[in-house]
T-cell receptor, first 112, second 114 residues
Framework: ETGVTQSPTHLIKTRGQQVTLRCSSQ?????VSWYQQALGQGPQFIFQ???????GRGNFPPRFSGLQFPNYSSELNVNALELDDSALYLC???????????FGSGTRLTVV | AQSVTQLDSQVPVFEEAPVELRCNYS??????LFWYVQYPNQGLQLLLK??????LVESINGFEAEFNKSQTSFHLRKPSVHISDTAEYFC????????????FGKGTMLLVSP
């Protein structure tokens, strides 16, 4: 079975720009979550999607938004980028039972 | 609300020595507990998890963790570490319900030296 794949692996954006990160979930997993990991910190929950609907959100502003598609893949969009948005963005997929989370390798976003 | 405390930000240890990485959690409901490992410039890899049943869980590479409900702890141990175990280790908790999410600790950097 394939794992979770994320693209791109790295990117650099300018403050004020918009960015889209992509994630393909593991086969058989219908739930996708996004996490932000700042340097030297543990991952922080951004939001979660199940059956194309957002069903949980962490303490992130509305300029962080997402989508889930019928094949359970997902996108994370960030508008009006700020320097503090520089981080590793991790996507995790899980079955609806909530007992297993598989993470991708992440997208390293640098905002300059 | 749930929280996870990893008491040590860094743990230096010599190769072949034993190690314990401490994790305490706070939750008002029953929990699932996880340890993840992160190598430099990589994502998170699941090391082991406690869902139910035996309170002692083991990984394939020699790590083990014991769920202690009374002390709300899930410490990670290995009797003899290798250089290749050098990495960041994250403890995480979820409330065990469907569609639940993970709450992570801040991580412990395990530094194994010869």
């Amino acid at each position: 079975e394939t794992g979770v794949t994320q693209s791109p692996t790295h990117l650099i954006k300018t403050r004020g720009q918009q960015v889209t990160l992509r994630c393909s979930s593991q086969s058989g997993h219908n739930t996708v979550s996004w996490y932000q990991q700042a340097l030297g910190q543990g991952p922080q929950f951004i939001f979660q999607y199940y059956r194309e609907e957002e069903n949980g959100r962490g303490n992130f502003p509305p300029r962080f938004s997402g989508l889930q598609f019928p094949n359970y893949s997902s996108e994370l969009n960030v508008n009006a980028l700020e320097l503090d948005d520089s981080a590793l963005y991790l996507c995790a997929s899980s079955p609806s039972t909530g007992d297993g989370y598989t993470f991708g390798s992440g997208t390293r976003l640098t905002v300059v | 609300a749930q929280s996870v405390t990893q008491l040590d930000s860094q743990v230096p240890v010599f190769e072949e020595a034993p190690v314990e990485l401490r994790c305490n959690y706070s939750s008002s409901v029953s929990v699932y507990l996880f340890w993840y490992v992160q190598y430099p410039n990589q994502g998170l890899q699941l090391l082991l998890k406690y869902l139910s049943g035996s309170t002692l869980v083991e990984s394939i590479n020699g790590f083990e963790a014991e769920f202690n409900k009374s002390q709300t702890s899930f410490h990670l141990r290995k009797p003899s570490v290798h250089i290749s175990d050098t990495a960041e280790y994250f403890c995480a908790v979820s409330d065990g319900h469907g569609y639940s999410t993970l709450t992570f600790g801040k991580g412990t950097m395990l530094l194994v030296s010869p």
